[in-house]
């Protein structure tokens, strides 16, 4: 649909950009095994290329082209009415071969029983003047129609246009479809209540609230379990070509009220490509760094302080609020750092400020008259306008820079010592002794009572690593919310909660009988790569390490947990033979 050369490489990197983790290693994986090559060097170069929109999938040629054209115009009814629609219309006949065309032409001119060349002549005209309007084929199961209508939510901007488009989908579905597509879910979740479980389908789809079934059946009852985040829910803040910033939809997205005690946190992930720079900027938020791949060189710069350290894999760094940041990657792995985030002006909402401009990105300098700057810089205004814009060309947050721009910049870093307690410079989780560890996985973890950087904002980091198939056993913490990023690998939670019966949509009459119920229920995810789940204090859960996909043997399964109120948290492990109460209590009871 767009020009040829940059613009479709860049059209193709956005597209690539929208799938999760999991979805461009499976996409890569079935590419490498027909070309029977070295696999694991294959799919890293695939990764990459499909990253960069060097990667075009051939359109299945047997495809046929009705449906292939019904699935292009159904784009365009995403888009608004008139001649915006018209024009996408045509641009789809255009995709079309002539063969194609006239196969088209030649099944509308049969139905209207019309085989005559006119008919086929004027419908090929229409055709390419985007006349033509493809009905969709009502015989078609609405799971796959509000699916495919959905598939073209995803080529629009994420956030609140992605959820009007999603609820114009469902708006497409007659009543009868709609009650067909929750019936079915609420079938597979084996709801209790199977009425009260419809009854809030429908309402959530008519609000845009539910994905295509595909999404959802990665999580079983993704729908009904607020406690999951899919890796597509990291919507783009800032994007370029060497990298960006991720940032995590609000806990409380959806008015989801079980987690409003977290709604002033957010979690973020940068990314930034070999030989890269991120601009210096300072953010509105008090921020926990955890280096997740790659390494980098870190400068913070407070008042008349300036500090920079080297950080690798597993090192922790905290950042306050207004301090200037800035992030050198001279390795060559992409830095990917997870940033948990407590806003201190809005509640849930953060903001950088850079004092450089770049594209998208404004200088906190251009709103000051010149008669301030002049006046606080000692320096004309045309020089100023120079300094403050002369990047205004350079793509986004994330720049590539030459080795001597990228040696200059990190210049006097020191290495810190590892694991070092006392002091307020970064350290390394995975240089702690693990507080669990056999031949299933261990558990590494940096509590605030130990580590004077995590006091104040009182949270604990934990790095967990299960081995494929093996499990972390049933257990919960007595007052720490866990936020979980999964790093590596997949693998299934399992969730007890008595809040589920009263989430989401239902009234005060059923929130009120599910409390004196006393009723719990499961919560369930299969979470790979780029899934965040919660952890709520007090709910056992159960993390197992499994292949999802079936395919040769496992990855392991890592995973970072940020915890919330971590002071004084203990965890307790409610199976298994160093911690059973109910074995503990039959014992007593015996004696």
Known sequence: MMQQGQQQQQCRRQCAMQLSQRERQQICHQRCQKQDSNEQQCQRRCMQQLEQGEIEIEIN?????????EQCQQSCRMMKQGQQQQQCRRQCAQQLSQRESQQICHQRCQMQDSNDKECQKRCIQQLEQGEIEMEINPTRDPEQKLEQCQQSCRMMQQGQQQQQCRRQCAHQLSQRERQQICQQRCQIQQSGD??????????????????????ISRGESQMNNPYFFPSDMFQQKFRSEE??????????????????????????????RPNTFVLPHHCDAESIYVVINGRCTCTMMMQDNKDSFKLEKGDVVRVTAGAMVYLVNNDMETLRIAKLMQPVNTPGRFEEFFPASAQNLDSYYNVFSDEILESAFNTPSDRLQRAFGQQQQKEG????????QLQALSRHASSHSKG????????????????????????????????????????????????????????????????????????????????????????????????QSGSVMKATADVSEGDVFIIPAGHPIAITAQNNNNEGQGQQLRMLGFGINSQNNMRTFIAGREANPLRDMDERLSS
């Not at 991720?246 to 979690?267: A, D, H, K, P, S």
């Not at 994330?398 to 001597?404: D, I, L, R, T």
């Open 61 to 69: 040629p047997s495809r046929d082209p009705k449906q292939k054209l």
């Open 194 to 215: 199977q009425q009260q479980c419809q009854r809030r389908c429908q309402k959530q789809l008519e609000q845009g609230q539910v994905q295509n079934y595909h999404e």
């Open 243 to 272: 990298g960006g910033m991720y940032v995590l939809e609000r806990f409380t997205i959806n008015q989801n009220m079980l987690l409003r005690g977290i709604r002033n946190y957010r979690l973020a992930i940068l990314e930034a």
């Open 397 to 404: 947050m994330v720049m590539k820079a030459s080795p001597q």
């Open 420 to 515: 070092h307690q006392s002091t307020k410079g970064p350290f390394n989780v995975h240089s702690q002794k693990p507080i669990q560890a056999n031949e299933f996985g261990r558990v590494f973890e940096a509590r605030p009572e130990k580590f004077v950087q995590l006091q104040d904002m009182d949270i604990a980091v934990t790095c967990v690593e299960i081995n494929n198939e093996a499990m972390m056993l049933p257990h919960y913490n007595s007052k720490a919310i866990f936020v979980v990023l999964v790093v590596e690998g997949s693998g299934r939670v399992e969730m007890a909660c008595p809040h589920m019966a009263s989430q989401m949509g239902a009234d005060k009459e059923q929130e009120q009988q599910a409390e």
